[in-house]
């Protein structure tokens, strides 16, 4: 099969008023045209409709951060699944370390989210990933496939409705990454354990590599086997720090 179109996604996290958030798409926008790789940017929930009417008719797609699992009902401050597309996002973050971790969110809680994420025609990013500790005991193969056993639904997964993004927790915002060598490893592993559950189909989804992807370092890591894109925190932040990153792809 030939190489996927590579997905370069900013996760903007809690950033950006409306003003700051429409300025940063439209300058991201404006530069877009001729990159090799997909482009996707996540704002926060409460400009994501504002963000999507600035990137209508663009090459950039526009993604939520989270999605609630329930089809609507007394959940206060969360959004649905619907909701997010409503507001005009095709993609949705799951399963974010920041959730898991900071938030207690469970795999089942994930894998009941990404149903919930598919049934109403988004593309799903679950986001899996060793923390150092579990790194340090040699468990990062373990964890990797636990996290992709639980989080992701039974049936219906797909390379069109589906994106799996390896983000070390603690090279999240640390400047740290893992080497080369071990960033494959990691991504082969996922393609393995996603073949053995989904046979062919398991090389038609995105495996993204996030944790500290910046323009410097995003030429050797989006080379590495199996590496089909990026989720990109702080460097998403500014325009040309994408632009950089995206424009790093080398395929
Ligand atoms: P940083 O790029 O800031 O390390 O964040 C990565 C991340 O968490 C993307 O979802």
Redesign the pocket.
């Known amino acids: 099969m030939a190489a996927l179109k590579k997905l370069i996604a900013g ?1 903007w ?1 809690m950033n950006m008023l409306a003003t700051d958030g429409v300025a940063l798409a439209r300058a991201i926008s404006a530069k877009a045209n001729g990159a090799s790789c997909d482009l996707l940017v996540c704002p926060p929930a409460t400009i994501l409709r504002s963000v999507a009417e600035a990137l209508a008719d663009t090459d950039v797609a526009v993604g939520g951060q989270d999605c609630h699992e329930a089809e609507s009902g007394a959940f206060t401050g969360d959004v649905s699944a619907a909701m997010v597309g409503d507001a005009g996002a095709s993609h949705v ?1 799951l399963g ?3 959730r898991r971790h900071g938030l207690d969110e469970s795999d089942a809680r994930v894998r009941a989210k990404t149903v919930a994420a598919h049934g109403v025609g988004l593309i799903a990013i679950v ?1 899996i990933g060793e923390t150092e500790a579990e790194r340090d005991a040699g468990r990062t193969l373990d964890v990797l496939s636990a996290q992709l056993g639980g989080s992701l639904p039974d049936s219906g997964v797909s390379g069109t409705n589906t994106v799996v ?1 390896y ?1 070390p927790v603690w ?4 400047g740290r990454t893992p080497t080369l060598e071990e960033v494959e490893a990691a991504h082969t592993h996922i393609r393995t354990t996603l073949g053995a559950a989904l046979g062919g189909e398991a090389a038609a989804i995105r495996l993204l590599y ?5 323009p410097e370092n995003a030429g050797p890591l989006l080379a590495v086997a199996n590496v089909d894109g990026g ?6 932040l500014d325009a040309e720090s994408f632009l950089a990153i995206a424009a790093a792809d080398a395929s």
């Open positions: 996760n996290k973050i974010h370390s920041e986001c993004a983000e090279a999240i915002g640390t996030g944790g500290s992807m910046k989720l990109i925190g702080g460097a998403s």
